[in-house]
């Protein structure tokens, strides 16, 4: 079992950035893929980006690429999720979850999910 944690969420204005965190317990990330997700209330969960912990490949949405980075730290055991140039679309509330060894796209193909944490771009 892996037990995620999620922080980092806040208002911010447009333009502005935030970094979120993604801290795991009860074992490590090792083979996992970790994955960011954001819901908008009324939309369906919708992938963000997503980083293998082995070999560290990423993978974003178009709606983010150059905008925001996934990074991880190996010794802290937590995936961060740096966000840049923030609109007032990329609000919601931001999940992190962990899957199999290979990026994923569908929240269905992950495993373990954490509470989330709001994110919300003033315009």
């Known amino acids: 079992q892996v037990q995620l944690v999620e922080s980092g969420g806040g208002l911010v204005q447009a333009g502005g950035s935030l970094r979120l965190s993604c801290a795991a317990s009860g074992r490590t990330f090792s083979s996992y893929t970790v994955g960011w997700f954001r819901q908008a209330p009324g939309k369906e969960r919708e992938f963000v980006a997503a980083?293998?912990?082995?070999?560290?490949?990423?993978y974003y949405a178009d709606s983010v690429k150059g905008r925001f980075t996934i990074s991880k730290d190996v010794a802290k055991n937590t995936v961060y999720l740096q966000m840049n140039s923030l609109k007032p679309e990329d609000t919601g509330v931001y999940y992190c979850a962990a899957g199999g060894s290979l990026i994923f796209t569908s929240p269905a193909r992950y495993d373990y999910w954490g509470q989330g944490t709001q994110v919300t771009v003033s315009s």
């Open positions: 980083i293998r912990w082995s070999g560290g490949s990423t």
